[in-house]
């Protein structure tokens, strides 16, 4: 199980793009929301979609393989408010599943601490958030079990790297190639 996390101006692009590349490759995925209209998350720019899950429905068990979290303001600061992120980010951590986070999102793993001595990258300006990391070049990145993007146009290649990593190099170029996608 995958858990992609929405909260209130999360968006768009760097939660469902995942979403999609995920299912397409075959995992298992549900969006949770993070909101006080249950299942109706509202991203930054006007779209709501209706989450798979509420939060307080999520199952942190032996099934869970990855949480996702977007990015987008204030989608970024609503999911570190939240404790059933922060519950879930925990979870992961004590057991060494994958965590991923786009653009502004990887600050709520730096404000943890969780990204000392590994390689990081985030929306430009959210650089001085990811503490102890050092600063990568490349749009996507994966250090252990912390997978970290840039922002919105990082989507497909960070959606394609979390599929990759589950499903292998082979399949996910063979997902890239059936989405057209140019550069992989």
């Known amino acids: 199980m995958i858990y992609v996390f929405l909260a209130n101006g999360y968006e768009e692009v760097e939660a469902l793009t995942p979403v999609d590349l995920l299912r397409r490759s075959g995992k298992e995925v549900q969006t949770v ?78 404000h943890k601490g969780l990204l000392q001595g590994k390689e990081a990258i985030a929306y430009p300006g959210f650089e001085g958030e990811l503490a102890g990391a050092s600063i990568s070049k490349r749009s996507v990145v994966q250090s252990g079990t912390v997978i970290t993007a840039q922002g919105a146009g990082a989507a497909v290649p960070f959606g394609l790297k979390l599929a990759e990593i589950f499903v292998g190099t082979e399949k996910a170029k063979a997902l890239a190639d059936a989405i057209c996608y140019p550069e992989h």
């Open 33 to 110: 929301a993070v909101s006080t209209q249950g299942k109706l998350v509202t991203g930054s720019h006007g779209i709501t979609v209706q989450a798979d899950i509420a939060d307080s429905e999520i199952v942190l068990g032996n099934d869970l393989e990855m949480i996702v979290l977007p990015g987008g303001m204030p989608g970024t600061l609503n999911l570190e408010r939240s404790a059933a992120v922060q519950t879930a980010i925990d979870f992961c951590v004590e057991r060494g599943i994958y965590i991923a986070a786009i653009c502004a999102a990887p600050s709520i793993l730096g």
